[in-house]
């Protein structure tokens, strides 16, 4: 279900990221689309589509302080990191080259395993972002 | 005066909209209820507070300011069942002992706020009963949110009753929520469906065939055939599962009832609610004495962030007029 007119997905942040010189992939910043903080082995994972392109689950990761990321197929392993409400996390997604500099259509998708429901909950927001650098 | 028999407060989700948006702080949250002549102040820990499950003093000295300032009341914490989820992917079953950990988190943080109730969702008779002394020592009722779908009959609640009565422990209670009385789907979650793939054509459809009383195999045998859209069925499910619960069964649970949340989805123009008669409902508990608090819960604005900016506070101040109107007669 669509969350959060403005708020989850974050212009600023949106921008590529390098190692030792090479574009590796890009960075989009967002807060928790639900009503409260969690642990982040209660985060399932993210669905991301930029201009259509869906990227993998295993290429995306996950920060809180934007230095030590962890593979979203590992928020199960850590109970005892807890992700405040309203705070900005980092998402990195492997994308040799990155972005063009430019205007692009972001789909965010963020499943939750609420733990009084039965099922895993998504939360999308689509926005148009802007990559400068 | 007659309508201070019956006490209004909010939970302070219902503004959780103005609070994500940083149009409001917790403080302007609480200024808000005080602002309506409201006094009981209801919190999630985890959405308002900072790292709340280790209270600062300075918080605390914060906190009961703000009480004093506004002539308002702490009433209740929501705690949730993370003992359920926060090993579940690691594919470890929760130790008694584990689970216990989870839920005292939400008993202390009651404690330090001055709160009488923690609204739990423990459903496990065992965790429910290794809670019990810790409610006792810390002087906070544990209490079960009686919850769409569910009705007050239902077994769980009677589970709870049974430990109530075999431990004899007066801290363990209930808190109906008025979303088991909507009448109908709310038009505010079938839009939100729609918006989502469903067809206007089907929902209405299968308000009919659930008002000609069919139940859920004849809705599904029917529906799923004529389903063009994945959200057509979902609208199915929705529509089929507003069951709306009888008042009068509250009578049996009233001595043990030790709030309300005063679920709603959309305040009109008139103030009404557009799928929940409130007034049948204020009158039962009215009738029984019921001198808590109601705590007012606003939900609608989750299920139309797309179409524009949510009003919570004028939501809830719709609310608190209704309320006032239907209790002043009363």
């Given at each position: 279900m669509?969350?959060?007119?403005?708020?989850?997905?974050?212009?600023?942040?949106?921008?590529?990221?390098?190692?030792?010189?090479?574009?590796?992939?890009?960075?989009?910043?967002?807060?928790?689309?639900?009503?409260?903080?969690?642990?982040?082995?209660?985060?399932?994972?993210?669905?991301?589509?930029?201009?259509?392109?869906?990227?993998?689950?295993?290429?995306?990761?996950?920060?809180?302080?934007?230095?030590?990321?962890?593979?979203?197929?590992?928020?199960?392993?850590?109970?005892?990191?807890?992700?405040?409400?309203?705070?900005?996390a980092y998402l990195h997604v492997k994308c040799p080259g990155g972005l063009e500099r430019g205007i692009h259509d972001v789909k965010v998708t963020q499943r939750i395993a609420v733990p009084y429901l039965p099922f895993s909950t998504a939360f999308y927001q689509e926005k148009r972002l802007t990559i400068v650098q | 005066m007659k309508d201070e028999r019956i006490k209004l407060g909010v939970s302070l989700y219902s503004y959780q909209d103005e609070f994500f948006r940083r149009d409001m702080t917790l403080k302007d949250?609480?200024?808000?209820?005080?602002?309506?002549?409201?006094?009981?102040?209801?919190?999630?820990?985890?959405?308002?507070?900072?790292?709340?499950?280790?209270?600062?003093?300075?918080?605390?000295?914060?906190?009961?300011?703000?009480?004093?300032?506004?002539?308002?009341?702490?009433?209740?914490?929501?705690?949730?069942?993370?003992e359920k989820g926060l090993w579940k992917k690691a594919g470890h079953v929760p130790s008694l002992e584990e689970a216990v950990a989870v839920q005292k988190r939400y008993v202390d943080v009651a404690a330090r706020l001055g709160c009488k109730y923690v609204r739990t969702q423990i459903r496990d008779m065992d965790l429910l009963r290794a809670m019990i002394p810790y409610a006792e020592d810390k002087n906070v009722i544990l209490a079960l949110e009686i919850h769409a779908p569910g009705h007050v009959r239902d077994q769980i609640n009677m589970d709870w009753l049974n430990v109530r009565e075999q431990t004899g422990t007066?801290?363990?209670?209930?808190?109906?929520?008025?979303?088991?009385?909507?009448?109908?789907?709310?038009?505010?979650?079938?839009?939100?469906?729609?918006?989502?793939?469903?067809?206007?054509?089907?929902?209405?459809e299968a308000e009919e065939k659930k008002a000609m009383g069919w139940g859920w195999d004849e809705?599904?045998?029917?529906?799923?055939?004529?389903?063009?859209?994945?959200?057509?069925?979902?609208?199915?499910?929705?529509?089929?599962?507003?069951?709306?619960?009888?008042?009068?069964?509250?009578?049996?649970?009233?001595?043990?009832v030790v709030g309300f949340h005063g679920k709603f989805w959309n305040m009109l123009e008139d103030l009404t609610e557009e799928s929940v008669d409130y007034a049948p409902v204020l009158k039962v508990i009215h009738d029984a004495g019921f001198r808590g608090y109601i705590n007012s819960e606003y939900e609608g604005g989750r299920h139309m962030q797309d179409t524009g900016e949510v009003r919570g506070v004028e939501q809830v101040r719709r609310h608190h007029a209704m309320m006032r109107n239907i209790l002043e007669k009363l």
């Open positions: 669509p969350e959060f007119g403005n708020s989850v997905l974050c212009e600023q942040g949106f921008r590529n990221v390098s190692e030792e010189g090479r574009t590796t992939g890009f960075q989009l910043r967002v807060r928790i689309s639900y009503y409260r903080g969690i642990a982040l082995s209660i985060l399932d994972g993210y669905d991301i589509v930029v201009d259509g392109r869906k990227f993998a689950p295993e290429d995306v990761s996950f920060s809180l302080d934007g230095k030590t990321f962890i593979d979203t197929a590992d928020f199960g392993k850590h109970p005892e990191i807890r992700w405040e409400y309203g705070d900005k | 949250c609480i200024e808000a209820v005080s602002d309506m002549g409201a006094s009981g102040i209801e919190i999630l820990p985890e959405e308002m507070i900072r790292d709340c499950f280790h209270l600062t003093d300075a918080f605390v000295d914060d906190w009961f300011s703000w009480m004093e300032e506004y002539h308002t009341v702490p009433v209740a914490v929501d705690g949730f069942c993370d007066r801290y363990l209670g209930f808190i109906p929520d008025f979303g088991i009385y909507e009448h109908k789907a709310t038009p505010i979650i079938m839009r939100q469906c729609i918006r989502d793939g469903a067809t206007a054509e089907i929902w209405e809705m599904k045998a029917y529906f799923e055939p004529r389903c063009r859209t994945s959200g057509d069925m979902d609208a199915v499910w929705r529509v089929y599962n507003v069951q709306p619960d009888d008042p009068k069964d509250l009578l049996e649970i009233m001595p043990y």
